[in-house]
């Protein structure tokens, strides 16, 4: 009979994806996971399999607690376009408080993936596809009330944010900013007739 795991998963999950947020896959070593779980090594491979595993696992929490999480949020609670300002607020006040400049995850994984991983590619590009999605249904809504004008179709207007929110997420890890960052987030929304970014609030938890 197996043994029940006498650890919790969230917190483990939510350490190694701070290694791996942090330095990357390749430069965080299993050395390094472990003394960021706490968990041995044979405990960490026997729930995760591998590191690729770990680093999946912790990849995926980590879009479900920030990612996911925003774009339900905002889209419940706000009209389409201020749904879209405030995810690009969001990102740049969340980027702006850290102070690691790690950027984001997702974005991060996207550059240090390598064709020979076509797994990961392949879900890396699911989540940049949902993003888009956000983006186009948020488009499509306001267009359609009357809130944002018809200035691109939806798809062409989410593909164009989705470009920017990437460059965005990479500015924010080398060279993190506010006049930088909001500067190239303000000609967009105005092209699309978007909400402007509200004024800079108070610092708040990296995403």
Excluded at 23 to 36: C, I, K, P, Q, Y
Excluded at 98 to 104: M, S
Excluded at 131 to 137: P, Y
Excluded at 177 to 200: C, F, I, K
Aim: net charge neutral; with cysteine; glycine share 8%.
């Amino acid at each position: 009979m197996a043994r029940p795991r006498e650890f919790d998963e969230r917190q483990v999950l939510e350490a190694a994806g701070d290694a791996f947020w942090a330095r990357g896959f390749e430069a965080t070593s299993m050395r390094d996971l472990v003394r960021a779980t706490g968990l041995t090594q044979p405990s960490l491979y026997n729930a995760f399999g591998d590191k690729r595993g770990l680093y999946r696992r912790a990849l995926e929490h980590y879009l479900t607690t920030t990612l996911h999480e925003r774009m339900r949020r905002l889209e419940s609670v706000l009209p389409p376009g201020g749904a879209i300002t405030a995810f690009m607020a969001e990102v740049i006040e969340r980027s702006l408080s850290d102070e690691q400049h790690r950027g984001c995850m997702l974005v991060n994984a996207a550059v240090e993936s390598t064709p020979d991983d076509e797994d990961l590619q392949a879900a890396i590009v699911a989540e940049l596809d949902q993003t888009r999605a956000f983006f186009r249904r948020c488009m499509a809504a306001g267009q359609g009330s009357g809130e944002i004008p018809r200035v691109l179709p939806p798809a062409d207007a989410a593909t164009h944010l989705l470009a920017v929110l990437l460059g965005l997420r990479v500015l924010a890890r080398i060279d993190p900013q506010r006049a930088l960052l909001e500067g190239a987030v303000r000609p967009t929304l105005a092209l699309l007739g978007l909400p402007p970014l509200p004024a800079a609030s108070g610092a708040q938890r990296p995403q």
